[in-house]
């Protein structure tokens, strides 16, 4: 079974509005992962955050992680068009100790201009 | 360009007729992976490679081989494919030795009647 499940399923926002897209997982973990992808192509890394941290930025992207909770949000602040994709986490295991990664069936987000 | 480049982008195949699908990468990566994507089920690893002649199952090994002959190749042959293996594949490979901040190549569609 999937490590990594995202909720919401789909996301649709206006243009200027934050994006929030949360996942859970299973097992105890070394990392996790966020990854993007455009309708159909190949997915983009964002961002990596440590089992130890809480709580990670990049540009308009804010990660969050809650190990007690197993779970992690992403955050984008002042989403435009160009956000329109899927987003999914990726869980590093500590069973599988950096080897592997498994990925979430992601949310699908859509901002309308 | 840094980039994994997959080929072909495209095809359509029938049953049981062996195939191969390459995977190159120019960034001196050590680890390189195969991943399919299916609705609904996200992507799931297929085998992954953390060195050259070093190579590992992921979730879904069934009916596909891999070689890691030298770092920049990982070739998926599949010996004799069937239409549960059509799907949207990916390769991609991280600076890492390990599953961390991997890099996609475009996406390989395989249909198989």
């Known amino acids: 079974s999937q490590q990594g499940e995202e909720d919401p399923q789909a996301l649709s926002i206006q243009e200027g509005e934050n994006a929030t897209m949360n996942c859970s997982y299973k097992?105890?973990?070394?990392?996790l992962q966020w990854y993007r992808q455009n309708s159909g192509r190949g997915l983009v890394h964002l961002i990596l955050i440590r089992s130890n941290e809480r709580e990670k930025h990049s540009g308009r992207l804010r990660v969050t992680l809650d190990t007690s909770k197993k779970s992690s949000s992403l955050l984008i602040t002042a989403s435009r068009a160009a956000d329109t994709a899927s987003y999914f986490c990726?869980?590093?295991?500590?069973?599988?100790?950096?080897?592997?990664?498994?990925f979430g069936e992601g949310t699908q987000l859509t901002v309308n201009p | 360009e840094a980039q994994v480049t997959q080929n072909p982008r495209y095809l359509i195949t029938v049953t049981g007729k062996k195939l191969t699908v390459t995977c190159s990468q120019n960034m001196n990566h050590e680890y390189m992976s195969w991943y399919r994507q299916d609705p609904g089920l996200g992507l799931r690893q297929i085998y992954y490679?953390?060195?050259?002649?070093?190579?590992d199952k992921g979730d879904v090994p069934e009916g596909y081989k891999v070689s890691r002959k030298e770092k920049r190749n990982f070739p998926l042959i599949l010996e004799s494919p069937s239409p549960n293996q059509t799907s949207l594949y990916f390769c991609?490979?991280?600076?890492?030795?390990?599953?961390?901040?991997?890099?996609f190549g475009p996406g390989t569609r395989l249909t198989v009647t």
């Open positions: 490679s953390m060195n050259v002649e070093v190579t």
């Open positions: 097992t105890s973990i070394n990392n």
């Open positions: 991609a490979s991280s600076p890492w030795t390990l599953a961390y901040e991997q890099y």
């Open positions: 990726a869980t590093d295991a500590k069973e599988t100790s950096g080897s592997r990664l498994t």
